[in-house]
């Protein structure tokens, strides 16, 4: 969490916010207050995906679970933002794209 808090700000993607939505119906109501935290921070901005997120995603997915990260990737390229992901497959993919990550 801490290069959560040292960012000076972050972007949702849409896709990346009901992801987080799905992922709160499974954990426990602490996380769940914690994540609720994160996305009314002032420091969040929401930005939406675009065709070419969407073709991208569709061109590199090898299998149907990668086709949100690929949104969210391509999204991080396009908009020259640094990809933060706790995921290490998701991780390993963004640097096969050339996705700058945040450290």
Do not use: C
Request: glycine share 8%; net charge positive; aromatic share 10%.
């Amino acid at each position: 969490m801490k290069r959560i808090h040292g960012a000076s700000g972050w972007f949702r993607v849409r896709v990346g916010g009901y992801r987080v939505i799905y992922w709160m119906d499974e954990v426990d109501r602490v996380v769940t207050m914690k994540v609720n935290e994160y996305l009314m921070d002032a420091k969040t901005r929401f930005r939406p995906i675009d065709a070419d997120d969407v073709a991208f995603a569709v061109g590199n997915a090898r299998k149907l679970e990668e086709y949100n990260d690929l949104l969210i990737m391509s999204s991080a390229k396009r908009l020259g933002t640094p990809l933060l992901t706790f995921d290490k497959g998701t991780a390993q993919r963004a640097g096969e794209f050339g996705v700058t990550q945040a450290t």
